[in-house]
């Protein structure tokens, strides 16, 4: 374990003893409620510090995790070692004309409000996406026909090295469900969004009916990771669970959701372990019975116990 009063005293001069918590429990910070302990997670609250605490991962060989607001996330039952960095503290929305700028840790819910707010149009698909605007940019997430790459102008990030960039949308090679942020290692700080003017009560109306749609279909009363896998070319993931007869299907605590296929849930107190074995179990009948490879979307961090 990575955990030693040299680290905490280096952390807490960057930031501060606030933004700095030991052993913290990563099922407090994930939708699924599933995660062992992070040895540091820590919440800066400026760019300059997120940029100090990578330079200090980097020389002192410290192990460094990015985490959203976790809601398309699965951290592992052993938890995380090093850094755990989470920028729910960086999350201001302002906007300019058709142009909106919302920092990493806002919820990408919120920015589609603020639109609406705003009489811009653009940015409805989002009203029902959990994820933070980190997080939006890292899965390029989308939702009812629109996705992230259709309203993104740029964004600032920071690097491996802990510099700062400014990228274009071209720049993060958006794909379904994809972006090069991962591979690149860039901590996402914020994101501007290019919208149109609009009719508040158009928008309204279009914002209300995809909330209706995802209350009405999606298990939205038990723990979740969202939709856990991508869409098979020429299939619907939750279509394929269904016809495989494997709604509530249950490992543990973990269930597949009898309301949505394509959702598992914790039902009753699940470990990691339960949840991501009926994630392969799923994979598994669907490719036998078939022969579509299911492919996650949810991502899966952390150590197994005991390692």
């Known amino acids: 374990m990575v955990n030693d009063h040299h680290t905490y005293e280096k952390l807490i001069a960057i930031t501060s ?27 800066p609250e400026t760019y300059e510090q997120v940029q100090e605490i990578v330079k200090l991962a980097n020389e002192d060989n410290l192990p460094f995790t990015m985490l959203g607001n976790g809601s398309n996330l699965i951290v592992k039952d052993g938890g995380i070692r090093g ?38 149009t653009g940015l409805e698909f989002a009203c029902g996406i959990p994820g933070s605007v980190g997080g939006a940019l ?23 090295e802990g510099n700062l960039l400014t990228l274009s949308a071209n720049d993060l090679d958006l794909e379904y469900r994809s972006s090069n942020i991962p591979e690149n290692g860039y901590i996402v700080l914020e994101a501007t969004f290019s919208l149109k003017d609009g009719e508040y009560d158009d928008i309204k109306a279009i914002m209300d009916d995809l909330t209706f749609k995802r209350e009405s279909k999606q298990p939205l009363e038990y723990p979740s990771c969202g939709s856990v896998f991508k869409r098979p070319p020429g299939y619907f993931a939750g279509k394929l669970i ?3 007869d494997l709604q509530g299907k249950q490992i543990g605590g973990a269930q597949v959701s009898l309301k949505h296929a394509g959702f598992i849930v914790n039902k009753d107190h699940a470990s990691a372990e339960q949840y991501i074995n009926l994630i392969h179990f799923v994979q598994k ?10 492919e996650r979307e949810v991502k899966i961090i952390g150590e197994d116990m005991g390692e």
């Open 17 to 43: 003893a606030k933004n700095v918590m030991v052993d913290e429990h990563l099922k407090d910070h994930t939708y699924t409620r599933l995660g062992g302990k992070a040895d540091f997670y820590v919440t």
């Open 83 to 120: 850094i755990v960095l989470n920028l729910q503290q960086l999350a201001a929305i302002t906007s300019d004309g058709t142009t909106i700028v919302a920092q990493s840790g806002a919820r990408i819910i919120d920015v589609s409000r603020d639109a609406l707010a705003k009489k811009l």
């Open 138 to 160: 890292f899965m390029n997430a989308g939702a009812y026909g629109g996705e992230i790459k259709d309203v993104l102008e740029s964004t600032i990030v920071v690097d491996r």
């Open 242 to 244: 269904q016809d495989s």
């Open 285 to 294: 009948t669907v490719k036998e019975k078939f022969g579509v490879s299911l």
